[in-house]
């Protein structure tokens, strides 16, 4: 199980993280590989990415994207591709 650390998040309020993914939203959101992403103006990304980042702000969120409907970057076409199915771990908990 991860190490959950607690840190500021740069503006004075403290969060909870796991310690092996501190900073790495960037790195595992496919809306940082998306065309339609702007830094510079949060107006123009896509509206599912402006949904995002309102809760993000409402609650002191970092919310990555793994699955998207509305990515519009680059992508291996995998012909043969399955839904997977994953089996529930025995150590988690039901919420």
Do not use: W
């Not at 959950?4 to 993914?21: A, E, M, P, Q, S």
């Not at 990555?64 to 994953?86: I, M, R």
């Amino acid at each position: 199980m991860a190490k959950v650390i607690k840190v500021d998040n740069g503006n004075g309020t403290f969060v909870f993280v796991k310690k092996d993914l501190k900073g790495k939203e960037d790195g595992i959101s496919l809306c940082s590989q998306c065309p339609k992403r702007n830094k510079d103006s949060r107006y123009s990304n896509c509206h599912i990415s402006n949904k995002i980042y309102e809760l993000e702000m409402l609650f002191g969120l970092k919310l990555p994207v793994l699955e998207c409907p509305s990515y519009n970057g680059e992508f291996e076409d995998v012909a043969d591709a399955k839904p997977v199915q994953v089996e529930k771990d025995s150590t988690e908990e039901e919420v």
